[in-house]
């Protein structure tokens, strides 16, 4: 990993980070204090370890970690924290002329020129779109035709599980927010045994050229989650991971919760963000991830009208969640010793489930990128899991990830828009990694009856996620 000090950025960070950081501290929080009771204490070993804490920080003192590898460039963990002076940015290595299309993608179209967007045709950044738009009447209208029969399912309100008791009482809505419920149309693991489905959410940003620098070295391939409003404000570097054989997918527009909003709100999230990646690399994905995994049966079924398949992380039980955390650091939710130690028990996880693996990783800030490129990444390699797009991981071609280069051949459409779901039991599905326990069940009591669901640790889950409900309020 190269830093070019003769390169500063000067970077504005989004206006979505401070509604984004409530979310993230609501669903996070808890599940940070639940990896800190389970979490084995590993012995400080001489590649990293982790002795950082600080009073600031939630992580209770007896987080730690031990790491089979990490990047001779790494940044210092003592400087992955909160409140750290923003780094120089790298340049992306390369721009691409309209036309040109990217390797391993067999008959893409032509790469648009990202200088020809015009920002006032979009909806305003990080704010739902508004769904009177010509656009948004035209989506709804195509949903409606889709033949796809959309449940009549009340949105929830802000403030997750305890604030919306009846929802959460209410199984058939398969509500993975409280419970962990997936269907088989969720991809949510990969099929072979150490095999990691690599993700990156809520990008692009200043910090995505360094993580697309690193995997470039090490001739690695990921998805990318993309937010609309930042593939606005970064076509290049939108364009850059696209033609670097990377997965691009959708994250939704704004980065809601997905629950709490109408039908036609929910289209007008993925409808835009569906058309500002057509518009900057020529391709629609057809792959999506709802913002912290915030879907029910409801959102699925807009999703499979209007062509995506949603992606979730692997979760195996209440406690055991693909969670690095690493969102957190930035806001100082969390420390970089939490989040090695979260990734140490999914690593110990990993090793007992008979399914690969996705996790929850971002590239929205430059703590999280540098825990990746300095740490959890190097790591991974040293334990020679297979690392791959998620498109791959089960066991399709890149080209299978958009509508127009998906020949059909391995991956028929179930709606008109071109949907990638899977069918009942395929690899990927919930249902071909139920004997991990990720099974499509919606009750939270199966969840934690795994050989590692101690009682002490599911009545701390109870407790803090009462603790969570009350700052939930009070945000
Ligand atoms: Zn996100």
Redesign the pocket.
């Known amino acids: 990993m190269k830093l070019s000090t003769s390169t500063v950025v000067s970077v504005v960070l989004p206006a979505l980070v401070s509604a984004h950081d409530i979310h993230h501290t609501r669903y996070h929080a808890r599940q940070a204090a639940v990896a800190a009771v389970s979490s084995a204490a590993g012995a400080p070993t001489v590649a990293a370890s982790g002795s950082l804490t600080s009073a600031a920080l939630s992580a209770p003192p007896t987080a730690s970690f031990s790491l089979m590898s990490s990047n001779p460039n790494a940044v210092p963990l003592s400087s992955i924290a909160s409140g750290v002076p923003t780094q120089a940015t790298v340049p992306l290595d390369t721009t691409y002329q309209a036309g040109a299309t990217p390797t391993g993608v067999s008959s893409a179209p032509g790469l648009p020129n990202p200088s020809s967007l015009v920002i006032s045709s979009y909806p305003p950044l990080d704010k739902v779109p508004p769904t009177d738009s010509p656009e948004v009447q035209q989506w709804i209208q195509e949903v409606a035709n889709s033949g796809v029969t959309i449940p009549n399912i009340t949105a929830t309100v802000a403030g997750g599980c305890p604030a919306n008791p009846e929802a959460v009482s209410d199984s058939s809505r398969c509500w993975w927010t409280c419970g962990g419920c997936t269907r088989n149309t969720d991809i949510v693991s990969c099929p072979d045994k150490l095999t990691w489905g690599l993700t990156y959410?809520?990008g692009p940003s200043p910090y995505t050229p360094t993580l697309l620098n690193y995997l470039d070295e090490q001739s690695l391939k990921s998805t990318f989650?993309v937010v609309g409003s930042r593939a606005l404000s970064y076509p290049a570097t939108l364009q850059a991971e696209y033609m670097g054989g990377h997965q691009i997918a959708v994250?939704t527009w704004s980065?809601p919760d997905m629950t709490t909003l109408s039908n036609e709100e929910i289209i007008a999230e993925l409808g835009w963000t569906k058309k500002i990646i057509k518009d900057v690399t020529g391709v629609t994905p057809n792959m999506m991830r709802p913002?912290y995994g915030d879907i029910d049966d409801r959102v699925r079924a807009i999703c499979t009208a209007m062509g995506l398949t949603p992606v979730i992380w692997t979760r195996i039980s209440a406690t055991s969640t693909f969670d690095t955390g690493d969102y957190d650091i930035a806001g100082g939710i969390t420390s970089v010793t939490q989040v090695l130690a979260n990734w140490e028990n999914i690593l110990g996880n990993v090793s007992v489930i008979d399914t690969g693996f996705i996790v929850l990783e971002?590239d929205l800030f430059q703590q999280s990128v540098d825990v990746a490129t300095g740490y959890i990444l190097p790591d991974a390699l040293a334990h020679k899991f297979t690392i791959e797009p998620v498109v791959n991981c089960v066991n399709k071609p890149l080209s299978d990830a958009y509508i127009e280069t998906n020949d059909n051949s391995t991956d028929p459409p179930l709606a008109s828009g071109g949907s990638a779901t899977l069918s009942s039991g395929a690899p990927g599905s919930a249902e071909a990694t139920s004997k991990a326990g990720s099974n499509s069940s919606s009750s939270a009591t199966a969840m934690v009856s795994t050989p590692k669901g101690l009682g002490l640790v599911a009545l701390t889950t109870a407790i803090v996620s009462l603790l969570g409900g009350t700052a939930a309020t009070l945000l």
């Open positions: 959410d809520d989650f994250h980065h913002p971002h």
